[in-house]
């Protein structure tokens, strides 16, 4: 019969009280008042040891904060409106391509309207005037070069009232070659009033007089304006039946918010902005750049939370390991694995708590910085302001918690189990056994993660082998983490067989023992060396990969290229009359979105495209064709890069959706599939297609294959934007959905920083906690310089495993990366960039072990084993 029953024979209300007992204390909760407060009692007692983690934590919700204030401000913010400055809602079309479920992408080139639209929207009640309003690019050309400043836009005069410019000098245009510019823009071209201005459109030079000079209401920072005709604008914008936006001013008392939605329904198919929106319609830039920092702080976070996750729970760990005989006299005098848990569960609320509410001010402060980083780099605009409210400081505060929870939890999860008698043993020695759910985890996550890196990439098509491989580097670097305590053991055992003086034996032999110990404080080390090498080496890859098929796919002996928007269509036609001339292939450049059937959603890729003439493709341009033929790609048709081919599933014959750059919708017939997508783009159309459909309506460059004695140069003397270059001219297509290079190592900087620091932390915890241990080591006879010997061997071992393991666990990824976008094995790695890591790995590493234990050495060995833990 067992206790519990004789118990209950015995006394029957003494179990019913204790059952009752037991049932009240299974109510005391990891939050309740009671838990809190012996896990406050806890902290206090060992301010150092959770130091740590609150360091972790702290640095953490800076940057998670970070984040959500640039989400946030990709969202809410913009910048003020100038050109329309005046105007009470600004029509135009909807740049955006809809997707169901999912966030909208953006349209490269501007969706155009009717222009019947202006009186449409006249009609709308509380519109006191609508005015139709063309953008045309152009250039000013001061001593026979283009003038250095903001993009040059050209307008009719009707459209000067938005924003308004008032004349300061001079009268209005009034015959087709006058022109009137905004102050500063004449001020820097040192022109004035009835002086002459020579001006580019596309390709093509034109003298106008200066009839006047305007004078804006709120200063022009993004853009300068020139004024036309209505008549000679309209001409110069190509298209006399379409307009790029209608500015309305509303009538007095007109609430603003409500005309819009009024505008809205009684004109179908247009889109109105008000406030700061109104500047997307201004400058395409403006909406392309707010979504681009969407789309960054968005996936930047992402990553963030899940490395803070790892991070804080692996900084938990050592915390829980070092607390081992504390934690083992608690199961001795009758602690339940029940209330260690909760007791460290309520320990990392309180410490992520703290954590989160204190990296909330450096959160901002460094949202502050990457602000003004995105401004400089161009990927916003001046006049971006910054949003700052407490949503993502309680974002970060309940992440960061969630995270501690849960990296409490995993950490404490041992500590909790083993028995009391075990958990003493504990103290002395190591337990050298790990979990068997660990165990199998990280056994499994090997193979799993070789798997992704090399069969993907042979059996996937496509964008999912090469994201297939980038996922390698994480599961491997999750797996070095679950079986660290056995890897670095065997590697210490493995160095032990060399005989070596008495600081090395000394070295091997705690690397042995406290294996668990090593494997804590140089997993992030390890994920720091994997994340760079993979991060660095895979943009190493794809650029070198871009740039030799750029390079070697030109075969033309000249370039055309402009040094304004572009070139004029009729330019190649100019250039075909050339005596000695025998090819001239206009190339035009876009961003097209591919659109195919998934199930029962609709999937879309955003892609760099193409527009060339087939018939003088062979002989200017090699993009190894694959299968099929270019010399079908006229009309609906479409050429596809091998990897895209792959990821829509498309091959020659079959069709594929393309939303061209201003949102028309065209079903192309698959016509040639090619391998240098990266080098040319991933999406090649007829080149009429293309420049119909752009902007600008202008070509990016000319390839000319010509006679020696040709002189290209004369042809072009009365065309002062452009020039004639080698092959190295043609630069690779930019790297699809325009995410900017700069700013991505910028972003990589601020991860490899906090999992630098993360490291610091770690192994400074790791280094301080063995005062008693170094102490011991005095008391029997070693002497103090040997013992810093010892750990300079000790950080040597623990910089030699990151360094080994670290690029070990990056090297199947970068493997099938590479084999997925260029059929090679072998990734592009420069040796310097690759010293780089190593030389930083060792320079985070080395003072984080050595000067602690050199803080730890100072007092005398007596003293030090003395003090309490």
Not at 825 to 848: F, K
Not at 852 to 867: D, G, S, T
Request: a neutral charge; charged letters at 20%; one cysteine or more.
């Amino acid at each position: 019969m067992s206790r519990g029953s004789v118990a209950e024979a015995v006394d029957p209300p003494a179990a019913e009280k204790a059952r009752k007992t037991k049932k009240a204390k299974k109510k005391v909760r990891t939050l309740s008042r009671q838990n809190l407060s012996l896990a406050w009692s806890t902290i206090r007692g060992r301010k150092g040891g959770f130091a740590a983690v609150l360091v972790a934590v702290g640095v953490g919700s800076a940057v998670i904060t970070a984040c959500g204030v640039l989400l946030e401000t990709g969202i809410s913010s913009g910048v003020p409106a100038e050109r329309y400055h005046r105007a009470d809602v600004v029509v135009g079309g909807y740049q955006a391509m809809p997707v169901e479920g999912d966030a909208d992408p953006r349209l490269s080139e501007r969706v155009r309207l009717p222009s019947g639209t202006v009186a449409k929207i006249a009609a709308v009640d509380g519109v006191e005037s609508a005015v139709g309003d063309v953008s045309v690019r152009m250039s000013v050309i001061e001593k026979d070069s283009v003038l250095d400043g903001p993009p040059v836009y050209g307008h009719g005069w009707s459209a000067s009232v938005l924003a308004p410019f008032t004349l300061s000098s001079g009268t209005r245009p009034r015959a087709a070659d006058d022109v009137v510019l905004d102050s500063d823009l004449a001020r820097r071209a040192g022109v004035a009033e009835g002086d002459t201005v020579t001006l580019v459109t596309g390709s093509e030079p034109g003298t106008y007089r200066v009839s006047g000079v305007a004078e804006p209401e709120v200063s022009l920072d993004r853009q300068s304006a020139v004024f036309f005709t209505d008549d000679r604008a309209a001409r110069l914008h190509g298209a006399t039946d379409s307009i790029d936006a209608v500015g309305v001013l509303a009538a007095k008392g007109t609430d603003e918010g409500g005309l819009a939605d009024r505008i809205e329904k009684a004109v179908p198919g247009v889109a109105t902005y008000t406030g700061d929106d109104r500047s997307d319609v201004e400058t395409l830039d403006v909406g392309q750049m707010r979504a681009f920092v969407i789309e960054v702080a968005s996936a930047f976070g992402a990553t963030m939370i899940l490395l803070v996750i790892i991070v804080v729970a692996g900084t938990l760990a050592l915390s829980v390991q070092q607390r081992r005989r504390e934690l083992a006299l608690l199961r001795a005098v009758g602690a339940t694995p029940r209330q260690v848990l909760r007791m460290i569960g309520g320990e990392a609320v309180l410490v992520g708590g703290a954590g989160a509410v204190l990296g909330a001010v450096p959160g901002i402060l460094l949202a502050m910085l990457l602000h003004t980083v995105f401004t400089a780099a161009g990927a916003l605009p001046s006049g971006f302001s910054l949003v700052i409210t407490p949503l993502p400081v309680l974002s970060a505060l309940l992440i960061c918690v969630v995270a501690a929870r849960i990296g409490g939890w995993l950490a404490a999860r041992r500590a909790a189990k083993v028995s009391a008698v075990e958990a003493l043993g504990d103290v002395a020695v190591e337990p050298k056994k790990l979990g068997w759910v660990r165990l199998t985890l990280g056994v499994l996550l090997v193979p799993a993660g070789l798997a992704v890196a090399i069969v993907l990439p042979i059996a996937l098509p496509g964008e999912a082998a090469i994201d297939g491989a980038a996922s390698s580097a994480l599961l491997l670097v999750i797996a070095v983490g679950l079986l660290g305590p056995r890897l670095f053991g065997g590697i210490a055992t493995l160095l032990g067989r060399r005989q070596g003086d008495v600081t090395r034996f000394l070295a091997i032999a705690n690397s042995r023992a406290r294996a668990r110990r090593l494997s804590a404080a140089t997993t992030p080390l390890i994920m720091g060396v994997t994340m760079a090498s993979a991060q660095l080496f895979s943009a190493t890859t794809l650029a070198a990969t871009a740039h030799d098929q750029a390079v070697d796919g030109v075969i033309a002996d000249h370039v055309v290229t402009s040094d304004s928007a572009g070139i004029s269509p009729g330019l190649a036609e100019a250039l075909r009359d050339v005596p000695g001339v025998r090819t001239v292939s206009p190339v035009a450049r876009t961003s097209t979105i591919l659109t195919w059937p998934d199930g029962d959603s609709v999937q879309y890729r955003i892609s760099t495209a193409q527009g060339v003439d087939p018939a003088a493709v062979p002989g200017t341009m090699e993009l190894d064709v694959l299968r099929g033929d270019l010399g079908g790609l006229t009309g609906s048709t479409v050429a596809l890069s091998r990897l895209v081919a792959g990821t829509v599933g498309a091959d020659v014959g079959g069709h594929v959706d393309v939303h061209l750059g201003d949102g028309t919708v065209q079903k192309s017939e698959v016509v040639a599939v090619y391998e240098n997508g990266l080098g040319f783009g991933d999406v090649t159309l007829p080149h009429d297609v293309v420049v119909a459909h752009t902007t600008d309506h202008l070509d990016q460059w000319l390839m000319v294959n010509s006679d020696r004695e040709t002189d290209l140069g004369a042809a072009l003397k009365d065309h002062p934007t452009v020039s004639v270059r080698d092959a190295a001219a043609v630069t690779a297509a930019p790297t699809d959905g325009g995410a900017d290079t700069g700013i991505s190592l910028v972003l990589n900087a601020v991860l490899l920083g906090y999992l630098a620091i993360a490291v610091v932390n770690t192994l400074v915890m790791a280094t301080i906690s063995r005062r008693r241990e170094f102490a011991l080591l005095r008391l029997v006879g070693t002497r103090t310089s040997q013992v810093r010997s010892m750990m300079r061997k000790e950080a040597g071992l623990i910089v030699l495993c990151a360094v080994v393991v670290g690029t070990i666990a990056a090297l199947p990824s970068l493997i099938g990366m590479s084999y997925a976008i260029r059929h090679s094995v072998v990734p592009s790695v420069p040796p310097l960039t690759y010293l780089g890591i190593v030389i930083t790995a060792a320079v985070i590493a080395w003072p984080a072990v050595m000067l602690p234990a050199r803080l730890a050495l100072r007092p005398p060995a007596v003293e030090a084993i003395a003090r309490a833990e």
